[in-house]
């Protein structure tokens, strides 16, 4: 699902807990997720749930350590995640610049890909050994030998002489999402069957609750534990240069419990045990080449490639506020984990928004509501530039005053009904066209395309601040700060670098001008597609 996200760039799953990933996961979020398809999935399931209640179900307690298993696997991907969404805002407070920011926010992108292995590892595994066991396991150590590494090497990263080592960052942490994502279609595909049929639906509950559990540790208690000022502020009588935990212990801590818990499951947890009284969910055995092809039959149906096609371009009007806007706050002295725990009071709004929107969103027509919200999101873009642009002045020694962290929160929470707003009518429009001879592809693949569609604006976005940034060398005559090269004997000169115009404002405009475009044009097109015949988004095998 779509995330906003304050404090960090995505994501990762578009619909993890919000914690400002550049002021919007995703996108939800978490990242576009995952989250999306199990809310989507509920979206499908919620009729027969209801008819369902009336029906003797047999207790969960027989299942109990099958359910905390699967919250336990889904936290600790939430981890690995929420330390990528980290990173961002702790680059940002070692001034790297927008291109370094936007070459990292590829990390956030293989929980949008994982569609293009996600045949593999459903279909290529050691029976003997389990299914999802033969992915699982590797996985989770690799991702454990990977957290244990980098508390040995990431400070190195972070603070060698010429600046962070972006890149070295970026093929490290791409790899912990890569690795992460390939852990959640082993996990999401062993709850179909570690679940009894009765029981399964508690599956979608431990993905959405274990997730935000495990990126809020991930994410917003790291940054505030990592924080001095936090710790000296809140949770310290004697005050010390450093936080009560730092990047390399909680990536170590983390690192040794992939292990451990990982070698418990491999030894003790049996993938094919058979519950006494309990029925298993059969588990698909499609190929490969069978998947790949149907996933390319869909994606040829003229109405959907039409869909796809606004999907990738819808959110591209948002892409400077969702992406860059926390990194600015961060840039005028916001302390980072202040925005990371302006998540926690979100947390109701969010559980809350898609129970009440959803009733707006059931009728035939989702993509009403979707429309509809569309020029307040971007409404609320322009506000969140006038906010990076008042944030200066409000600065005081001590900090910034309460009410000016009430306003933050106010205008998160209105963009989040904006985003929720778009986010459920999308999904409910995704279940209603959704052939379901073949949903779960169909809706996977609606929703890889909704996160691409996330993503890609707002790497965009970020490579884009420093081109468009002007500045002119003060206090030395003939020099100039176009380049790091030229700042640098700017300053030598004894002059200073200052900002005449700020990039992220004319992005700011210029991505609400495409976005008004976009909804004056090719938003009414979109809404049309609710127009088409049930038999126009029907997938034939002939095709």
Same mark, same amino acid.
């Given at each position: 699902?779509?995330?906003?996200?304050?404090?960090?760039?995505?994501?990762?799953?578009?619909?993890?807990?919000?914690?400002?990933?550049?002021?919007?996961?995703?996108?939800?979020?978490?990242?576009?997720?995952?989250?999306?398809?199990?809310?989507?999935?509920?979206?499908?399931?919620?009729?027969?749930?209801?008819?369902?209640?009336?029906?003797?179900?047999?207790?969960?307690?027989?299942?109990?350590?099958?359910?905390?298993?699967?919250?336990?696997?889904?936290?600790?991907?939430?981890?690995?995640?929420?330390?990528? #969404?980290?990173?961002?805002?702790?680059?940002?407070?070692?001034?790297?610049?927008?291109?370094?920011?936007?070459?990292?926010?590829?990390?956030?992108?293989?929980?949008?890909?994982?569609?293009?292995?996600?045949?593999?590892?459903? $279909?290529?595994?050691?029976?003997?050994?389990?299914?999802?066991?033969?992915?699982?396991?590797?996985?989770?150590?690799?991702?454990?030998?990977?957290?244990?590494?980098?508390?040995?090497? %990431?400070?190195?990263?972070? =603070?060698?002489?010429?600046?962070?080592?972006?890149?070295?960052?970026?093929?490290?942490?791409?790899?912990?999402?890569?690795?992460?994502?390939? =852990?959640?279609?082993?996990?999401?595909?062993? $709850?179909?069957?570690?679940?009894?049929?009765?029981?399964?639906?508690? $599956?979608?509950?431990?993905?959405?609750? #274990?997730?935000?559990?495990?990126?809020?540790?991930?994410?917003?208690?790291?940054?505030?534990?990592?924080?001095?000022?936090?710790?000296?502020?809140?949770?310290?009588?004697?005050?010390?240069?450093?936080?009560?935990?730092?990047?390399?212990?909680? &990536?170590?801590?983390?690192?040794?419990?992939?292990?451990?818990?990982?070698?418990?499951?491999?030894?003790?947890?049996?993938?094919?045990?058979?519950?006494?009284?309990?029925?298993?969910?059969?588990?698909?055995?499609?190929?490969?080449?069978?998947?790949?092809?149907?996933?390319?039959?869909?994606?040829?149906?003229?109405?959907?490639?039409?869909?796809?096609?606004?999907?990738?371009?819808?959110?591209?009007?948002?892409?400077?506020?969702?992406?860059?806007?926390? &990194?600015?706050?961060?840039?005028?002295?916001?302390?980072?984990?202040?925005?990371?725990?302006?998540?926690?009071?979100? %947390?109701?709004?969010?559980?809350?928004?898609?129970?009440?929107?959803?009733?707006?969103?059931?009728?035939?027509?989702?993509?009403?509501?979707?429309?509809?919200?569309?020029?307040?999101?971007?409404?609320?873009?322009?506000?969140? $530039?006038?906010?990076?642009?008042?944030?200066?002045?409000?600065? =005081?020694?001590?900090?910034?005053?309460?009410?000016?962290?009430?306003?933050?929160?106010?205008?998160?929470?209105?963009?989040?009904?904006?985003?929720?707003?778009?986010?459920?009518?999308?999904?409910?429009?995704?279940?209603?066209?959704?052939?379901?001879?073949? #949903?779960?592809?169909?809706?996977?693949?609606?929703?890889?395309?909704?996160?691409?569609?996330?993503? /890609?604006?707002?790497?965009?976005?970020?490579?884009?601040?420093?081109?468009?940034?002007?500045?002119?060398?003060?206090?030395?005559?003939?020099?100039?700060? #176009?380049?790091?090269?030229?700042?640098?004997?700017?300053?030598?000169?004894?002059?200073?670098?200052?900002?005449?115009?700020?990039?992220?404002?004319?992005?700011?405009?210029?991505?609400?001008?495409?976005?008004?475009? /976009?909804?004056? /044009?090719?938003?009414?097109?979109?809404?049309?597609?609710?127009?088409?015949?049930?038999?126009?988004?029907?997938?034939?095998?002939?095709?």
């Amino acid at each position: 699902m779509e995330h906003s996200d304050l404090t960090t760039h995505k994501n990762g799953r578009q619909r993890k807990l919000v914690t400002m990933r550049g002021m919007d996961r995703g996108e939800s979020s978490s990242s576009e997720p995952d989250v999306e398809r199990d809310e989507a999935e509920d979206l499908i399931s919620g009729s027969d749930s209801e008819n369902r209640r009336h029906r003797v179900q047999p207790g969960i307690r027989g299942e109990m350590g099958n359910v905390l298993l699967l919250l336990f696997l889904y936290v600790l991907q939430g981890i690995p995640l929420g330390l990528a #969404g980290s990173i961002p805002l702790i680059l940002q407070s070692k001034n790297v610049s927008y291109r370094d920011q936007a070459f990292f926010s590829f990390v956030f992108w293989p929980f949008s890909l994982k569609l293009l292995w996600a045949p593999l590892v459903d $279909a290529l595994y050691f029976s003997r050994f389990g299914r999802r066991k033969s992915w699982l396991v590797p996985t989770q150590y690799l991702l454990g030998l990977f957290m244990i590494y980098l508390s040995m090497s %990431v400070n190195s990263m972070l =603070q060698s002489e010429g600046g962070p080592k972006v890149v070295t960052l970026t093929a490290v942490f791409f790899m912990l999402a890569f690795l992460a994502a390939t =852990q959640d279609i082993a996990v999401d595909g062993w $709850a179909l069957t570690m679940l009894s049929r009765e029981n399964v639906g508690y $599956a979608s509950t431990c993905n959405s609750v #274990g997730q935000t559990a495990g990126y809020f540790l991930g994410n917003v208690l790291f940054l505030a534990l990592e924080s001095a000022d936090f710790c000296n502020k809140y949770l310290r009588v004697v005050p010390k240069d450093t936080g009560i935990v730092t990047l390399p212990d909680f &990536l170590f801590f983390w690192g040794m419990v992939f292990l451990v818990s990982t070698t418990l499951v491999a030894l003790i947890k049996s993938e094919n045990e058979h519950t006494k009284g309990k029925r298993r969910v059969q588990e698909e055995t499609q190929g490969v080449m069978e998947t790949y092809k149907l996933l390319f039959s869909i994606i040829k149906m003229p109405t959907v490639f039409t869909f796809c096609g606004l999907l990738l371009t819808a959110k591209v009007g948002f892409s400077a506020a969702d992406a860059v806007t926390g &990194l600015k706050l961060v840039e005028a002295g916001v302390p980072k984990e202040q925005l990371a725990l302006l998540a926690v009071p979100m %947390v109701p709004l969010q559980i809350l928004l898609p129970v009440i929107i959803s009733k707006y969103t059931a009728g035939p027509r989702p993509l009403d509501v979707f429309y509809k919200a569309f020029p307040f999101r971007l409404l609320i873009g322009l506000e969140y $530039a006038l906010l990076v642009w008042w944030t200066p002045s409000v600065k =005081q020694e001590g900090g910034f005053p309460v009410y000016y962290f009430t306003i933050v929160l106010i205008s998160y929470a209105l963009h989040q009904v904006a985003l929720y707003s778009m986010y459920v009518a999308c999904m409910a429009f995704h279940a209603k066209v959704s052939d379901p001879i073949i #949903g779960g592809t169909y809706m996977t693949l609606l929703n890889t395309v909704t996160n691409l569609g996330g993503n /890609w604006p707002s790497t965009v976005a970020l490579w884009l601040v420093d081109p468009l940034t002007s500045k002119e060398c003060q206090g030395a005559v003939g020099q100039s700060c #176009g380049s790091a090269e030229e700042s640098g004997l700017c300053v030598k000169e004894g002059g200073a670098c200052v900002t005449t115009l700020d990039g992220y404002y004319v992005e700011s405009v210029v991505c609400v001008v495409i976005g008004l475009a /976009w909804w004056v /044009w090719l938003g009414k097109k979109m809404r049309r597609l609710q127009d088409q015949s049930p038999a126009a988004w029907r997938c034939r095998a002939d095709q």
